[in-house]
């Protein structure tokens, strides 16, 4: 839910960011401290040195190894968490109960039924709650969806994604530990082309996937296939290997007029076909990518605009990780993290 204007009237949003590790850097951190109207006053690690480290580097005022005390802190207005994903409902919850609105790392939790609790708290406090699927405002990605509104596409006829990476020759991390992440490395970069979808398409109905792990030493899934429907009766494809001897990125939406195709992990020209031929439109990537999400969360607080990702979109890409993956895991409405001896996908 975004309550558009929450912070109207006080010019500036200042943010504490829980979790001011590698992501926080280069990609997020820096949006926080150049927004319009936004200021990063506090950051947190439970690492106090680390913390204390990056509130140096970045000119941040406070640094804290609690995360209570910069949630409690009084000049801090918002909260980015970007913590890996298992800590997210927590803080949310923690944040929602001071009366404060967040910003919440993707995939916004490890399973629908933690968003689910995350929607309703902040509900029912009727505060904001947006999730960094940051490339909804990215400008390729804003070109791509203004193509497809604009009808330069026709009645739109199809939607294909196809991701494969050898990343079965990668140890493991913590992208690949259920307990932490929710699954493997489909939520975490899968989950981005999943929003992205939901953005240019209306939300996902009649999903159905399958799951596999067939290389990878490690329990969580190395293979993902899905389709789906969406609005006017489009049928669309996804696959990612993750375990695959070369690296491919490209989604191609198809229309009855022209199709539009480009990579979601790659600052590449987009390629757009019709009748008057291709175009090739290239549209760089900032040097900050979630900057232009985080302005629109800021102009969202102080009532001058409107953000587009929030918790109920999120919650929706969410649902159809679910979805796909339930037959794997053996269901994902519980702890399933804690039984992985009971993961019918899990090879033996």
Known sequence: MSVQGHLRGRGTVRWGIIGCGDVTEVKSGPGLRKAAGSRLVAVMRRNGALAADYARRHGVPRWYDRADALISDPEVD?????????????????????GKPAYVEKPMARCAVECDRMVAAFAAAR????VAYYRRRLPGFVR?????DSGALGRLTGATWRLAEPFHRKGPTWRVDARIAGAGH??????????LLDHFLGPLSEVRGA????ASDYAVEDLVSMGFRAAGGLLGTVSCN?????RDDMMQITGTDGEVSFPVFRSEPIRCEGPAGVQLMDLPYPAHVAQPLIQTVVDDL???????????????TSRVMDQVLEDYYGGRSDAFWERPETWPGRRA
């Open 302 to 316: 102080l009532g001058l605009g409107t953000c587009p990702s929030t918790g109920e979109s999120a919650r929706r």
């Open 242 to 246: 993750f375990a695959s001897a070369t």
């Open 186 to 195: 489909f939520l975490d970069l899968g989950s981005h082309a999943l929003d």
């Open 78 to 98: 918002a909260v980015y968490i970007a913590t890996p994903p298992d800590a997210h409902e927590q803080y949310a919850l923690a944040v929602a109960a001071a």
């Open 144 to 148: 791509v969806k203004e193509l497809i």
């Open 211 to 214: 799951a596999s792990n067939v």
């Open 127 to 130: 505060l904001p709650l947006f």
